[in-house]
């Protein structure tokens, strides 16, 4: 019964390896303005010890092009080749202007809500055949209800990534990063770092630490990525997974002046010098998946969320030490319809895509602090409407969520 079934096993999978034809590439050629055919040849990931290919791993290399950060779409025709039968593949790429802007904004309509916007002007180079530099301007804000908030807006940060490591899709990135704008600046080291298991899966590694001297918050990551969607703004089909560890340090230090009444009149000023510092360990993942519709359309369904257990050291001398513990899960479960307006997607430069979505689903916000529980979770709609051409990326998102 048992080699039956491993035959049955082994004919289905052959089955399914010939029901693919595969096309035979005379060569490919690359047309980009700027981008090294090298780092695109190489991120492209189709396998070096064969030419002829699938339909499918050609798709998905040029998804993987269209999913880098420094370009803005890709796209691709079969010709006739020299050799009968053989095909030319060839390649075109939209490049990001060396000058470049994004905007990212997203709000959350809540008890205590909140916004949260990325800002960034970048200037790109590549120097060589496989690096790339890029040096931003801007960073991210967060307004609370209540005016409360936090800004980084003043961030510059210069990294340089280099792909095609050990003449294998690996890459690699360092950097530094620094707030211009604070009194007590502090300047942080930026890692990223990626080996490719196959044309879809990738482990990445990375590591980010923004803020001053007084306030500053690092995190470090390990993730399994799993990325077959067509677009990382405008996907219509596909599937995109990152899950994996992370860890985070927040720190706080701050000097101020305790002023006590004294017996029989007058003051008592203690100086106070506060050293708060907080240590998690979690998990996160962030799941979506596309289905296409019609020509433009496409329904999706999305998951991400964050769990995270941390550990809180409060120094205050001369008022003692304090210690907390806290547990916090936030995340969402929501799907919808999204529509893309691909009217002037030429290769010219006036190229420039649109696209709304719409979805509905719940939201998660849950937190333990030493014995005392807090919650906001509750229904959530969704809505956001995205821009881009060669010059600028700009999205803006809105979640209303009932947690009354």
């Not at 482990?203 to 390990?222: H, L």
């Amino acid at each position: 019964m048992g080699r039956t079934v491993l035959a049955l096993v082994l004919f289905l999978a052959a089955g399914a390896a010939f029901s693919q034809p595969t096309i035979v590439i005379e060569r490919i050629d690359i047309s980009a303005r700027r981008t090294s055919s090298e780092i695109l040849i190489s991120e492209m990931r189709l396998p070096k010890d064969r030419s002829s290919y699938t339909a499918d791993e050609i798709e998905q290399a040029i998804s993987r092009l269209r999913r880098l950060p420094f370009v803005a779409d890709a796209t691709y025709t079969l010709e006739s080749g020299v050799t009968p039968g053989a095909r030319v593949l060839h390649v075109t790429v939209m490049d990001e202007t060396p000058l470049h802007f994004r905007f990212d904004i997203s709000g959350v309509a809540q008890r205590s809500g909140y916004v949260m916007s990325l800002v960034q002007a970048g200037l790109r180079y590549f120097p060589g055949r496989s690096g790339v530099l890029d040096l931003t301007l801007g960073g991210l804000a967060s307004a609370a209800g209540g005016g409360t908030g936090v800004v980084h807006f003043g961030e510059v940060t210069g990294e340089y990534t280099r792909y095609g490591l050990f003449g294998t899709s690996a890459f690699a990135g360092i950097g530094v990063t620094s707030d211009y704008n604070a009194a007590n600046r502090l300047i942080s080291p930026v890692v990223l770092a990626g080996v490719p298991l196959n044309q879809t899966q990738t482990i990445r590694a990375t590591y980010a630490r923004s803020g001053d001297k007084n306030d500053s918050s690092s995190v470090a990551k390990a993730e399994w990525l799993l990325e077959t969607i067509d677009d990382p703004y405008f996907a219509r089909r596909g599937v995109s997974v990152a899950i994996g560890p992370q860890r985070e340090k927040l720190r706080h230090v701050e000097d101020f002046v305790l002023t006590t009444p004294k017996p029989g009149g007058g003051v008592i000023r203690t100086p106070v010098h506060i050293d708060d510092t907080t240590r998690g360990n979690g998990v996160g993942v962030d799941a979506s998946k596309y289905w296409p519709r019609a020509e433009h359309a496409a329904l999706w369904a999305r998951l991400n969320g964050t769990y995270f257990a941390e550990r809180g050291l409060e120094k205050e001398p001369p008022l003692g030490t304090h210690t907390s513990s806290t547990r916090r899960e936030l995340g969402d479960l929501f799907g919808g319809v999204a529509y893309n307006f691909d009217h002037w997607r030429t290769d010219s430069d006036e190229f420039d895509r649109k696209r709304l979505e719409f979805g509905a689903g719940y939201h998660r916000d849950w937190s333990k602090s030493n014995g005392f529980a807090f919650e906001r979770s509750g229904p959530e709609l969704f809505a956001s409407g995205t821009y881009r051409n060669r010059y600028v990326n700009f999205r803006v998102s809105v979640f209303w969520v009932n947690s009354n």
